[in-house]
């Protein structure tokens, strides 16, 4: 199963992505549920939060009460930070909850985890691919005013408190300028046709197929991602080190595990000759088990 996380800042345009995706036959972990199931009457999460901000936090009929709750955390970073460790644990347990269910109804699909805050969490090191949406911050500001009533201090105070869209960009497989809107569906065609579904296919046939797609729309930027594959190899128990005299190869340093294959395998590479490859089809990153 391909996993994809699917990020991007505020009126970026991620969910009209997530959807487009899910048309074309992707299953979708959107975060956004997830938050409001880790927070519902009788859930731990929201014990806590009673327990930390009292029961200005809560609707008359029990229910958190987010609007009143964001007014609180967000103008303070310290009260953003209690609340984001009270649910991240419970939502990440949810979403693989929700990942192990996608596999179970379609081992060779593809998932989107629907992400706002991918940085430091479970699927930042899962996904097999980061995609990232951007538009410049005009064009966000304009949208928060026009399709959320947002003033345009709001909307630019939202921005501000954000993860900055270059470190965004900067842990990307994929980066796609949303600013032109008449685009998305073009942008959204190419992704499914000339990278996801040759991704999702390397991976469930276990090969690296020749890479040849139609003509790049320019909106959509390719990259390597070298420094994100290294931690998660890192993550999995593999050490690595770059091999001389190769472009974006690694070497496995000893003690190399026994499992090393399986565990390859779980960071999205797929064997070619003597040597792995990464799935992703527009990224050539190898891995060399010897420096033969």
Known sequence: MLVLALTGGIAAGKSHFARAFASR??????????????????SPALDQIIETWGSDALSPNGTLNRQRLAQIVFSSPDDLSKLNAITHPHISKLACEADRAAYERKPNGVVVHDIPLLKGSD????????????????????????????????????????????????????IVDNTQTQNTDALVSWLWDHWINPFAKNLAHQEKRRYAPAARPDPITLSTNFTHIQHKLNKLGMR????????????LVPPIPSDCVDRLHTAGFVPVGEHFEIANPANPVSIWLNSN
């Open 25 to 42: 036959g992707a299953q979708i972990i959107d975060y956004d549920v997830l938050s409001r199931r880790a927070v519902e009457p009788g």
């Open 123 to 174: 699927v930042e090191m899962r996904a097999h691919g980061i995609i990232v949406i951007d538009a410049h911050e005009e064009t966000r500001v304009a949208r928060m005013i026009h399709e959320r009533s947002m003033s345009d201090d709001d909307a630019r105070s939202r921005i501000r408190r954000q993860v900055p869209a270059s470190e965004l960009r900067a842990n990307a497989d994929v």
């Open 240 to 251: 690595c080190k770059a091999v001389a005299n190769r472009n974006f190869a690694l070497q």
